[in-house]
């Protein structure tokens, strides 16, 4: 029998063994293989004459079709069906010694079902031959035999099914249940349809839960990392990290007053609030299915071009661990995004505050410089996402600067600018902008 990489079947079977590391059993998956068997030499039978009477041909096909089985199980029923086994009463020794003759219960007939002229024959062959043909070894067919001999069937693969691996007990579970609901998690208001998912704080893992939980119950309850870990995976809906830090007020006020409502039995009031607040998500979703229209758009029209804008939070320089620094004036760093959605490319404009302000005209500023520098010449029609900020996006200065690209400079033929509902602004900055690690030691711009 060959373990070689290339002599690997397809198909595996999983088995759970159990290790010893660092003094606790954890489990580890092993999977278990189904070995391809290769042909032997011939028996060179002089009684029955097997590689006489059986073709390459033919005994290449029962190896090929032996092979093409999947699972243990099946060659096991497989081969002993090419089996027969007879009760005999005794076989004669030569021994004088009686006590040291081999007595034998049973008697074993080996053979092979050939097609010839669309008819199926059986026929027989030896113990050797049986061996080459199918490419096992000896004591595999030792193994057939002697379940035969007790049973009367094919044995089956045991191997996975001892049942010695231990169950975690249900009150352990609900233990480690209990300690992952302990921590709280929020709904991400980007979501307009009805979701389960949650989100917790990103500087949590699991292997931060794990230790918190070990320092809580290791007395009573252990439990290795990787069962905490299933049961974290399995049985929960639950992702590390905010999607944005700000909520949309409208729609906390709808969940605090439809909390109450339902309290004080109000469905009238209720339904009106769930009308108001369908109708609020409506429009939402109406700025999101613009934004993905116009990106398929301009991935196919090389005359129109959709970008998202967006300036990233301020970040306060020195960025150090030093608590003096936050007791003294910092400088503040910006940085202003612009996103081109027909190739995901993405534009970083970054400044302190020495250099200027974030008002409408850095914003025009920049919008000159990626016209002029980065836009492809033969787009001719522009569409504009970004938020409704009034001080940076929606102002006259915004419009005055697009109607003089249109009209004085003839630089594109139409620029769409599109506002998005308050609160409900999720561009694709915001992904560009998670990029960067706030956190890290910065000292100088």
């Known amino acids: 029998m060959s373990n070689s990489d290339e002599e690997i079947n397809n198909t595996f079977v999983h088995n759970t063994k159990k290790r010893k590391k660092t003094g606790r059993l954890r489990e580890v998956m092993k999977k278990l293989r189904v070995s391809t068997h290769e ?26 079709d ?6 243990t199980d099946e060659q096991n029923i497989y081969l ?34 050939v097609i010839e002229n669309d008819e199926t024959k059986e026929e027989p062959v ?25 049973s009367g069937t094919a044995p089956s693969d045991k191997r996975g099914k001892s049942g010695s691996n231990k169950r975690l007990d249900n009150n352990i579970k609900d233990l480690i249940c209990n300690h992952i609901k302990s ?63 700000d909520t949309c007020s409208a729609c906390d006020e709808f969940k605090i007053k439809a909390k109450a409502l339902r309290a004080e039995g109000n469905i009238v009031e209720l339904i009106r609030f769930t009308i108001l607040n369908n109708l609020h998500k409506k429009k939402a979703q109406t700025f999101y299915d613009r934004k993905k229209n116009a990106r398929i758009k301009s991935k196919s ?35 202003f995004n612009i ?25 025009v500023s ?26 940076q996006n929606k102002n006259y200065t915004v419009i005055r600067f697009i109607h003089f690209v249109v009209h004085k400079m003839k630089l594109l033929d139409s620029i769409k600018i599109t506002y998005p509902i308050r609160e409900h602004s999720y561009l694709e900055c915001d992904k560009n902008i998670g990029l960067i690690n706030l956190k890290a030691h910065i000292e100088v711009p």
């Open 80 to 113: 002993c069906g090419l089996m027969n086994v007879y009760s005999i009463k005794r076989r004669r020794s030569r021994k004088t010694e009686e006590m040291d003759a081999n007595f034998h219960q049973t008697h074993f007939t080996y053979k092979v079902r």
């Open 301 to 335: 029209d090389v005359e129109f071009q959709a970008i998202a804008m967006d300036y990233q939070k301020n970040v306060s320089l020195p960025n150090i661990s030093t608590s003096d620094v936050y007791y003294k004036r910092q400088l503040s760093m910006y940085s």
């Open 126 to 150: 030896c113990y050797k031959a049986f061996l080459s043909i199918f490419g096992i070894i000896k004591g595999k067919l030792e193994h057939l035999q002697k379940s035969l001999k007790m």
């Open 39 to 64: 042909p032997g030499d011939d028996c060179r039978c002089k009684r029955l004459k097997c590689f006489d009477r059986i073709s390459s041909e033919q005994s290449a096909k029962f190896l090929k």
């Open 183 to 245: 921590f709280k998690g929020r709904q991400s208001h980007y979501s307009l349809n009805d979701t389960k998912k949650e989100y917790v704080p990103e500087d949590l893992n699991i292997k931060k839960m794990y230790k918190l939980y070990l320092d809580a119950y290791e007395s009573q309850n252990h439990v290795c990392y990787e069962t905490c870990r299933t049961i974290f995976n399995t049985e929960f809906n639950i992702s590390f990290g905010y999607p944005r830090t």
């Open 339 to 363: 996103h081109a959605l027909g190739d995901a490319s993405s534009y970083f404009y970054t400044y302190p505050e020495t250099c200027g302000c974030k008002g409408s005209d850095e914003v």
């Open 366 to 391: 920049f919008l000159f410089q990626y016209l002029t520098n980065h836009l492809d010449s033969r787009v001719k029609h522009l569409e504009i996402f970004c938020d409704s900020a009034g001080g």
């Open 66 to 71: 032996f092979n093409s089985m999947n699972y």
